[in-house]
């Protein structure tokens, strides 16, 4: 069963597949084409963490694939009410895939485990790579490439970072990382995040200083301090990251036609600026709707194409 917990579950070519698909769908959609190529299918979504983009991404994307979805939340009772195996043979026995954002990266790995069925990783503390998919088919949009390109991490080196440098070394991308040391990426670590094979282009670069990692980006990226289940950090990391605030003048030390990214939700005024969140440069809303195109693309590649 293949499933897509991280981006190490899949080859580069298989990649590059997913955004094809992602294009070809998103290009349908947007003429108003509606291909079912999900016809009759099930998504279950299970959210322990609280959600926008990633639940109307794949409630909507399913739905404009021909099939359907559910929200499961608490009520469920994850964990507590019946053992993990037992919701995880239950659900796949009558769902054909699973969407799940948990507290915890391990909970995810043992519900693919005992799944009949393909499980996705909808955020965990340690990855998201739903959104570093639809991250890089925006990209890819904006510069018509991705191979070669700079990509500016400037915050703590969390889920959404971890995701983007295993994509980064998948396509050929320049990663640079900006983090106080506490909050950067060990080297002891990285070997452990990405896989052996690399992509030609891919470099890695980390930093304390954002100056320099965003010198010479095509892309700057920030994300916020306090993820969610870190709220008891919170006052300590805002002193932290204080000096890691993506302003007008920190874009200006960028390429001259870079783009600024977020995940979102954002904290207006801590990580981002109002300026920059607001300024030409900024594609977060284009991004936040390519979560939809991208896991479209994943899903039908999950699912028709993958399992063969
Ligand atoms: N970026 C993202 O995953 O957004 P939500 O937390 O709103 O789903
Ligand atoms: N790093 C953030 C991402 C939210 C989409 C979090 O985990 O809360």
């Not at 499933?3 to 294009?23: M, V």
């Not at 009558?94 to 005992?114: C, G, N, P, Q, T």
């Not at 990214?261 to 936040?288: F, K, N, W, Y």
Request: aromatic share 6%.
């Amino acid at each position: 069963m293949r499933h897509f917990i991280t981006l190490n579950d899949i080859r580069a070519a298989e990649l590059d597949r997913i955004l094809e698909l992602s294009a070809i769908i998103k290009r349908e959609s947007k003429q108003s084409e509606r291909t079912p190529y999900l016809s009759g299918k099930m998504l279950a979504m299970i959210f322990e963490k609280q959600s926008l983009r990633t639940r109307i991404s794949f409630e909507t994307g399913m739905f404009q694939l021909g099939g359907n979805s559910m929200f499961l939340g608490s009520e469920i009772g994850f964990g507590k009410r019946e053992s993990v195996k037992d919701i995880s043979e239950v659900l796949s026995s009558m769902v054909d895939v699973i969407m799940f954002r948990a507290m915890s990266h391990s909970s995810v790995v043992e519900l693919a485990k005992y799944s009949s069925c393909p499980v996705i990783n909808g955020l965990t503390d340690q990855a998201h790579p739903c959104q570093a998919l639809a991250d890089v088919l925006t990209m890819q949009e904006v510069f018509g490439k991705l191979q070669n390109l700079k990509l500016a991490w400037i915050g703590d080196a969390n889920n959404v970072a971890v995701s983007l440098l295993r994509i980064s070394a998948k396509l050929g991308m320049k990663f640079s990382v900006a983090a106080p040391p506490k909050f950067q990426f060990a080297s002891q670590t990285i070997e452990k995040i990405i896989d052996k094979k690399i992509t030609d282009g891919f470099e890695l670069e980390l930093t304390e200083d954002p100056a320099q990692a965003v010198k010479d980006a095509h892309a700057v990226y920030t994300d916020v301090w306090v993820s969610m289940g870190q709220e008891a950090e919170e006052e300590e990391r805002k002193k932290i990251f204080a000096p890691y605030q993506v302003d007008a003048v920190l874009m200006k030390k960028a390429q001259k036609d870079a783009i600024f990214l977020h995940c979102l939700p954002a904290r207006r005024g801590l990580e981002v600026t109002d300026d920059v969140m607001d300024s030409p440069q900024s594609r977060i809303v284009h991004q936040a709707e390519n979560r939809l195109h991208a896991q479209k693309g994943l899903l039908v590649w999950l699912l028709n194409e993958a399992q063969k």
